[in-house]
């Protein structure tokens, strides 16, 4: 397909991710037409400059790209397919940037129902958390047909610092799932050697430089401290309030051990992590699916 150079960009979803992405269209120039289920969020995204539709109907009805950040993977095949059949009301030239984390099963009938209907489709998940997505410094990780993916380009250009095209349809949800599997373990892992430190009478900022100096440096560590006031910025010196949910973690590691599954692959790491944030979402002192990732230090404190 001809690279899509167009300025009208609808966006759905715009939640934690989604509302920096969508911000960052619009200071890149394009016209995005944004749809959420939530007032608050679509407030949001009209003082960040996005014209505001009514559903997601109306939000692509003038599209040349649709780009969509969802819970998902069913909501992800009932909002394009099954529901909403959004698929009918896109148009043939369009190109669809699905950047929700779900299934390669998922993306694969997606990518497959648009090529059926003539739209070009690809999968195109996301690393780098919510400060990224404000700063427009994603990562970006695609699966579909080259060309689709060289087309999808200057859309993502303006959400993220690095594209990769991992493989065809699927593909890039592949990669997230690894990607975010590892993040979890070095997070649990990053979590229990500073507990550990600390309660061994060491200051959890002194260990984290030594560690970020020696052999144990890690993203965690060094970009994502889940020690409150070890760094400024991060979910962890507020509360573990914004930034990636528990929930959503324990959802992508569930993606891991399915894929793992299916692919009779061994992840004893993985569903170690798995098990350790399900144990924490669910501990004593109530549900902590809500609190950032990084809040697994609370379950290694005394």
């Excluded at 896109?90 to 648009?114: F, G, M, Q, V, Y």
């Excluded at 990769?164 to 993040?183: S, W, Y």
């Excluded at 965690?220 to 949910?245: A, D, I, T």
Aim: glycine share 10%; net charge negative; with cysteine.
């Amino acid at each position: 397909m001809e690279k899509v150079m167009s300025k009208n960009v609808a966006f759905i979803g715009l939640g934690n991710m989604g509302a920096g992405m969508a911000a960052n269209l619009v200071k890149a120039g394009f016209k995005v037409t944004a749809f959420d289920l939530s007032a608050e969020a679509l407030n949001q995204a009209k003082a960040n400059g996005c014209a505001i539709a009514s559903s997601a109907i109306d939000a692509v009805a003038s599209a040349d790209v649709i780009v969509s950040m969802l819970p998902n993977g069913q909501i992800v095949e009932n909002l394009y397919i099954h529901n909403d059949k959004l698929l009918s009301s896109i148009a043939k030239h369009a190109l669809i940037i699905d950047c929700s984390t779900i299934a390669p099963e998922n993306a694969r009938n997606l990518i497959a129902a648009a090529a059926d209907a003539g739209i070009a489709a690809i999968d195109a998940p996301v690393s780098g958390g919510v400060a990224a997505a404000a700063a427009g410094s994603l990562a970006f990780m695609c699966g579909g047909e080259e060309s689709a993916c060289e087309a999808a380009k200057p859309v993502l250009e303006a959400m993220g610092a690095n594209i990769f095209r991992a493989g065809d349809a699927g593909a890039g949800q592949v990669a997230k799932i690894c990607n975010n599997m590892l993040l979890a373990i070095h997070m649990t892992g990053t979590a229990e050697a500073l507990q550990l430190g600390m309660d061994n009478g060491l200051d959890p900022a002194v260990l984290s430089n030594i560690m970020l100096k020696s052999s144990g440096c890690n993203w965690s560590l060094e970009k994502y401290n889940p020690v409150p006031g070890v760094l400024e910025g991060v979910p962890s010196s507020n509360n573990y309030q914004g930034g990636f949910m528990v929930d959503l973690m324990l959802k992508d590691l569930g993606l891991a051990m399915e894929a793992a599954l299916a692919s009779r692959s061994s992840t004893p790491m993985g569903a170690a992590a798995r098990n350790l944030y399900s144990l924490h979402k669910n501990s004593d002192q109530g549900d902590k699916g809500a609190k950032d990732f990084s809040s697994i230090l609370e379950l290694f404190a005394k």
